[in-house]
């Protein structure tokens, strides 16, 4: 007889209570794969009883403590008595849904979730709750709600098994308890796998124990707030005291923690470039005289950015020529490998600047010894060298697609993030890919225009994210293992910026990689968006509202006059404008076509609303930004053009 685990919460009886509702679609997020509901919806009560299988105690202690918050009591027993929400695994396979899909029914009997396995079950808990009431996610403890979930039957399963979302904790370091926080939001997304970015020139964050001045030197350098990049360079007495690292106790319990909301964790390790914390602990490891000399950086320009390609102001390069390179690799790959079980290791390969390299001694004895034609074949001899120390310790070599481009090793799987070329080329060659192209899976990207987000060299808007697509015209689709959101930490000093960062394009993200091919529609998701903005506000998690700011487009009209013409992303809002310095509501001129600047305009303020009610951020242009996009200086009266804060996009972005 099988063994069931099973919860008591909501009305020992939970009463089914008929409701006529709107046959309107539930905003589930990503849209399920099929999903029919029916007028009706089941009330929960004070008490309830959830039977679920033992081996799906994690789901079902999920579910526990959401019903708890919400002021339903909860008891656990393993006896089989009826229940109002059941979670059960099928005794026989069904494969249409695979490992993580789900079948759930909601009627007057109660709620039923099958799956094959307890991921599928934790998925179906997700979208169980996105059904139930926005309160459910309140952050604080929820009275007075009528816990009502509409009649729907679902069938729904991932397109893509590697969902994943990265997480930059090197640029600046976040602590323990906000990565599990970052887990938490995730999975509500059903986001399968956190890619951590543990190691840069910011600072090495993750313990080796046989290292130990990796973290009590790389993992500290000096606190910088402003523009990232920009810095002036800290002075030798500025305390190097602003960072941190995880211990191997934490990763074990981050691993822990991630595994019970079924999600992997993937450890980065950037090398051979983006490597200065490393040089800095261990100078012998550069191929450069004078490494000792070198810091931690803390945001300083460290690389010069050019259509030719990065060049190096500082050795930021582990030496491919020094055999001290390849057994201290061997000793963090070895401990890294034991601390996490997830099969691949991510090893970096990307933005590696060759210039000191092509002036060592000892680079250039390897390129004779080894037939080496350039630097790209030299770093494609360390990426081979690598990828059998991390094959010896029984994982799979992932890298950037840089790795690519010297020849790869026969085993490697490449992660594409300067579009999808590298992806394109590596699939072609037969080898897995994973898909995170700056051109829509980059969250660190601006988000509305430059003048009102920290400063990125370039911009993602939500419409955009949305419609990334992994699988790339001509390419063996089965050797695309998904896709994944990168949010790199320049720019992002604390928790409620990566927040901010995150959502909504995370949203977007997670239904290209889990929802149908062809299923996409985006005033449809927008609108599902907008109720999930609603869900974030109870559960106090910041967000961007940048989809409601219109896009400023300038140009040169007949007469030589300054034309603007401003676009939203969302339907059927309406912008109002002003010229006069003061701030326009709905009863200021209305846009509806492209405007002419007056000549002695300074600034030109607009607002966007839905009817009546103010939606968008209320957003001031300089007429002389708006000048110096399309390089025009105005005429009358003279004034002096102030250049736009960002510069021209490199040719590669910066990591």
Request: one cysteine or more.
């Amino acid at each position: 007889m099988k063994k069931l685990f099973l919860l008591t919460g909501i009305c020992l009886f939970s009463t089914a209570v008929i409701a006529q509702t709107a046959n309107t679609e539930p905003a589930i997020i990503p849209k399920p794969v099929n999903i029919v509901k029916h007028t009706g919806s089941l009330t929960l009560h004070k008490n309830i009883i959830i039977v679920a299988p033992a081996s799906a105690k994690p789901v079902s202690n999920y579910l526990t403590a959401k019903l708890t918050n919400a002021g339903i009591f909860v008891t656990a027993t393993q006896q089989a008595l009826p229940a109002v929400i059941r979670l059960a695994l099928n005794t026989k396979a069904d494969p249409v849904i695979g490992a993580e899909g789900y079948h759930l029914s909601v009627t007057a009997k109660g709620v039923v979730i099958r799956a094959n396995q307890p991921a599928g079950l934790f998925y179906g808990v997700q979208t169980l709750v996105q059904l139930m009431p926005k309160q459910i996610e309140s952050a604080d403890k929820v009275t007075g709600i009528t816990w009502k979930i509409p009649f729907v039957e679902i069938t729904d399963y991932p397109r893509f098994a590697w969902r994943g979302l990265m997480f930059d904790v090197s640029r600046h370091f976040f602590t323990k308890a906000e990565v599990k926080h970052f887990i938490d939001d995730m999975v509500k997304y059903k986001f399968n796998l956190l890619h951590l970015h543990l190691t840069d020139d910011e600072g090495w964050r993750i313990e080796i124990k046989s290292l130990p001045r990796l973290t009590q030197v790389g993992a500290w350098n000096v606190k910088k707030v402003g523009d990232f990049g920009t810095f002036i360079p800290p002075t030798a007495d500025e305390p190097r005291d602003y960072g941190g690292f995880y211990t191997q106790d934490d990763i074990r319990e981050l691993v822990a923690y991630a595994k019970e909301r079924y999600v992997n964790i993937m450890p980065e390790i950037d090398v051979p470039g983006h490597s200065l914390a490393a040089v800095v602990a261990y100078p012998e490891l550069s191929c450069t005289p004078g490494a000792d000399q070198y810091h931690v950086r803390s945001g300083e320009k460290i690389m010069n950015w050019s259509s030719t390609g990065n060049t190096a102001l500082v050795d930021n390069t582990l030496c491919p020529a020094n055999e001290k390179v390849y057994e201290f690799l061997d000793k963090v790959v070895t401990e890294v490998a034991q601390l996490f079980p997830f099969p691949y290791m991510h090893m970096g390969g990307d933005e590696c600047a060759k210039n000191f390299w092509a002036q060592s001694d000892a680079v250039k004895a390897l390129m004779v010894k080894d037939t080496l034609k350039d630097m790209k074949e030299v770093q494609a001899y360390f990426e081979k060298r690598l990828e059998k120390i991390v094959e010896s310790k029984g994982k799979k070599f992932m890298g950037w697609d840089e790795i690519v481009e010297g020849g790869l090793g026969p085993n490697a799987a490449v992660m594409s993030w300067r579009g999808v070329k590298g992806g394109i080329e590596a699939a072609r060659q037969g080898h897995e890919v994973v898909m995170s192209p700056t051109d829509f899976a980059y969250l660190d990207y601006m988000q509305s225009d430059r003048i009102t987000e920290p400063h990125v060299y370039a911009s993602l808007r939500l419409s955009k994210a949305y419609q990334f697509e992994p699988v790339p015209d001509g390419v063996n689709a089965s050797l695309i293992k998904g896709g994944q959101g990168n949010l790199w930490t320049e720019q992002v000093y604390n928790f409620r910026q990566v927040e901010y960062m995150l959502w909504p394009r995370g949203m977007a993200i997670s239904e290209s990689v889990w929802s149908p091919k062809g299923t996409k529609n985006w005033p449809g998701f927008f609108s599902r968006v907008e109720s999930h903005f609603q869900r974030l506000d109870e559960a106090e998690i910041k967000y961007a509202p940048s989809v409601y700011d219109p896009s400023f487009l300038p140009s040169i009209a007949p007469n030589n006059e300054l034309r603007i013409e401003l676009t939203t992303e969302v339907p059927g809002l309406d912008i109002y404008y002003s010229f006069d310095n003061s701030f326009p509501d709905r009863f200021y001129p209305k846009y509806t076509a492209p405007l002419i600047v007056p000549k002695d305009a300074k600034q030109l303020r607009v607002i966007t609303y839905r009817g009546k009610q103010p939606v968008g951020r209320m957003l001031t242009m300089p007429i002389d930004e708006l000048n110096a996009r399309i390089k025009r200086v105005p005429t009358a009266p003279p004034t002096t053009v102030t250049p736009p804060p960002n510069p021209a996009r490199p040719a590669a972005p910066i990591k």
